[in-house]
């Protein structure tokens, strides 16, 4: 596959990757041609802000989820048809699943894909010193795959001075990006707050990559994607024989947490997504067989999901009445009886998992897991894995013990409420490390069990 593309990486989170990208994407995008994006790591918000305001397909990266021909073909899914992609790294370069580790890092995921690494170097308080740490990142791999460089917060006479020194290291100087507070990207508990919530946001993606086109080198940006080499991508594994379903996936400001991966397995799978949206429909869509409420932020708006009571009525009936459905986290606390928003007042919900949802100070349970099935239910058989990601602050009287959750690092917990033809729970599954219980999720809809 012949797919000149770009990573974008970082010594560590905080250095702005994602507001560089973003005014990067735009910038592209605006010279033509189309443009794919990719977010390393199991992050959401990332890619809502590539789709949404840049207006780029965007795909998930993560060698976590997945091994690395599953990368490769994930990766050419969502890149197939694109003149170029970006892809935007997660946490530091070399940061992996344990502190001394760099399985399933930024770097991990540039190998698997041989794709040229640009770092931004945050030079905040910095001058020379920011020579140094790019050199370090260069050279703490002999494979570090690092081509070039773009300096975050820092003028341009302190560029114009550095960038001779960072041509005689062999190294591409991109450019830099001077300091805008203006044009920084805000942030709350779960990271960056969602596309909706920030007023004016294309116009300063506008402003950004106006500034980008200024002070970065675009033409030796495009070089560098163009000398990607070729990708070897293995065939995708045969799909089976399914009948066709339609699914109905809630969608809005309340739930958007949702991975593109998983959308098209279950497209790929014979079924047909219709999104609806918990905040403003009455009802489901029509002919709807079978229920996925993806995460988000239903906290915030939790007096509008409580005041659309007939949607929650429709919601509870049709689980009540055999309805499969998959409920991950945000769609978890709107399956409870009541959630409180974010000033501890609670709200009713639909009732359908009794227990109440409310907010806690600190990340209880969180990163990534695999979780096994204590049982048979549904979707999963006794012993069946799936990988998955748990990131929250609220936390339920009972979060349920359907499926065991081992982190990397060998801490365990149990989770996860498997009641008929419900799934739901706290992790965020990404379906591609298993496609089987997907599969039963459909044929249930279907009535094909």
Known sequence: MRSPRVLFAAPSSGSGK????????????????????????????????????????????????????????LYAQNAEGADCAVIEGVMGYYDGLSAASEQASTYAVAKALKAPVVLIVDARGQSLSALATLKGF?????????????????????????????????????GYVPR??????ESRHLGLVTPDE??????????????????LDFDALLALMQSAPELSVPEPP???????????????EAFCFLYRDNLALLERYGAALRFFSPLSDAALPEGTQGLYLPGGYPELYAERLSENAAMRQAIRNAIEAGMPCLAECGGF???????????????PMCGVIRTDAYRTKTLGRFGYITLSANADSAFFRAGETIRAHEFHYFETGDPGTAFSAVKPNGRAWTCMHAQGNLLAGFPHLFFTSNPKPVERFLRAAAKEV
């Open 18 to 73: 994602t507001t560089v990208v973003c005014g990067v994407l735009r910038a592209l995008k605006n010279r033509g041609g189309t443009v794919s994006a990719f977010k390393c790591g199991p992050d959401y918000i990332d890619p809502l802000f590539h789709e949404r305001v840049v207006g780029v397909r965007s795909g998930t990266l993560d060698l976590f989820f997945s091994d690395e021909d599953t990368l490769r073909r």
């Open 138 to 174: 260069t050279d703490f791999r002999p494979d570090s795959g690092v081509r070039g460089v773009i300096f975050n917060r820092m003028s341009e006479h302190v560029y114009a001075a550095l960038k001779p020194a960072v041509e005689a290291m062999g190294l591409v100087p991109i």
């Open 180 to 185: 805008s507070d203006a044009l920084t990207l």
């Open 198 to 215: 920030i007023h004016g946001l294309s116009e300063k993606l506008d402003a950004l990559a106006a500034l980008l086109e200024r002070t």
């Open 238 to 252: 045969a799909a089976p024989d399914m009948p066709g379903t339609v699914i109905a996936i809630a969608r809005d």
């Open 333 to 347: 606390l709107y399956l409870c009886d009541t959630l409180s928003d974010m000033e501890g007042r609670p709200h």
